[in-house]
């Protein structure tokens, strides 16, 4: 049974046309992540959201922007993409933030490609 | 800077023989350390965790230990199985109300039949 699901698995867009990934839970968890992955890197946290609360990485630029509408639902919108935004989005949640021990389950994720 | 460290990109090793995947931090205020395995067009799946007041975690073939004054962490897998080969990440956690995870960039395990 899917628990975090990413659509779509593969986008292609173009340079500066804004494009948005969606992820959808069913394990009702609080908190929703955004993570970026490029090649042989590190995922990379964007933005959570905790509930409603939104928080914002210092370093995630401001072309990323992100919405939750309900508990079950949560997008990321990329305003202008550049080529540097092509990655992998890795979309995860949580029941509570990890610090307390809580697992973040991962959706496959989104590769995004920028023409 | 990199705050976790994954020095060993690739990993081989023989099918029934012990795979150890090591990790460094630089934060000793790090508290919860935990590993996760990715295959191939899938997301990372948790494996087993560690918190800093334990130097020790076990979970079948899957240990993991916890040198806290060397800011180092390993995974050791006994015995290692072909279906073990996927990436293997490590992460911490750090404490207070906005604590996220820190992912290293991952080490490649393949195990050879």
């Known amino acids: 049974d899917a628990m975090v699901i990413q659509n779509p698995r593969y986008q292609v867009t173009q340079f500066g046309k804004p494009v948005t990934l969606s992820c959808s839970q069913t394990?009702?968890?609080?908190?929703m992540y955004w993570y970026q992955q490029k090649s042989s890197q590190a995922p990379k946290l964007l933005f959570h959201?905790?509930?409603?609360?939104?928080?914002n990485e210092a370093d995630t630029p401001d072309n990323f922007q992100s919405r939750r509408p309900n508990t079950s639902f949560c997008f990321l919108d990329i305003r202008s993409p550049g080529l540097g935004d092509a990655a992998m989005y890795l979309c995860?949640?949580?029941?509570?933030?990890?610090?307390?021990?809580?697992?973040?389950?991962f959706g496959p994720g989104t590769r995004l490609l920028v023409l | 800077d990199q705050q976790v460290k994954q020095n060993s990109p690739s990993l081989s090793v023989q099918e029934g023989r012990i795979s150890i995947l090591n990790c460094d931090y630089t934060?000793?205020?790090?508290?919860?350390f935990l590993w996760y395995k990715k295959y191939p067009a899938e997301g990372p799946t948790f494996l087993i965790s560690?918190?800093?007041?334990?130097d020790k975690n076990e979970d079948g073939r899957f240990t993991v230990f916890l040198n806290k004054s060397a800011k180092h962490l390993s995974l050791h897998i006994v015995p290692s199985q072909p279906g073990d080969s996927a990436v293997y990440f490590c992460?911490?956690?750090?404490?207070?109300?906005?604590?996220?995870?820190?992912f290293g960039k991952g080490t490649k395990l393949s195990v050879k039949p």
């Open positions: 995860a949640t949580s029941r509570a933030l990890p610090s307390g021990g809580e697992t973040q389950y």
């Open positions: 394990l009702n968890h609080n908190v």
């Open positions: 959201y905790y509930d409603k609360d939104f928080n």
């Open positions: 934060n000793s205020m790090f508290d919860y």
């Open positions: 560690i918190s800093s007041i334990k």
């Open positions: 992460a911490v956690a750090y404490g207070g109300s906005q604590g996220n995870l820190i």
